[in-house]
């Protein structure tokens, strides 16, 4: 398999630290921001596959970040991750790429990962 790196964004730090650990377990090489802005910066300095972000965050959002990093890298492939279904059907999430429910689970997270870098 290729190598292929994600981007993790949420602004929950044992969160972040969960999904590293199932992400580079899978051999996916991981950077890792605790809010839109540093993901941003991120994306500017670093090649990344897949953006994998929280929806609900303080300042910008996952939607918005997903809009503004299509920007930055059209070809970029967006996974979503909330705790509130609602809030992601209202934001209209499901049309910048699927959303896993959290609890996040580890099968969960590696299968739609690799689902959406093999597409």
Same mark, same amino acid.
Do not use: N, W
């Given at each position: 398999?290729?190598?292929?790196? !994600?981007?993790?964004? +949420? +602004? ?7 999904? !590293? ?28 596959? %897949?953006?994998?972000?929280? !929806? !609900?965050?303080?300042?910008? +959002? ?16 967006? %996974? ?11 934001? +209209? ?27």
């Amino acid at each position: 398999m290729a190598h292929f790196t !994600i981007l993790f964004v +949420d +602004d929950d730090t044992s969160v972040r630290d969960v999904v !590293i650990r199932i992400l580079s377990q899978k051999g996916f090489g991981v950077l890792t921001a605790g809010d839109a802005y540093e993901a941003i910066r991120i994306l500017a300095e670093r090649p990344v596959d %897949l953006i994998f972000t929280d !929806i !609900i965050m303080p300042g910008m +959002d996952g939607v918005q970040l997903a809009k503004q990093a299509k920007l930055m890298r059209p070809s970029l492939k967006v %996974l979503f991750a909330t705790g509130y279904a609602q809030k992601a059907i209202e934001r +209209d999430t499901i049309r910048h790429g699927p959303v896993l429910l959290k609890p996040l689970r580890a099968d969960e997270i590696i299968r739609e990962v690799e689902r959406l870098l093999a597409a």
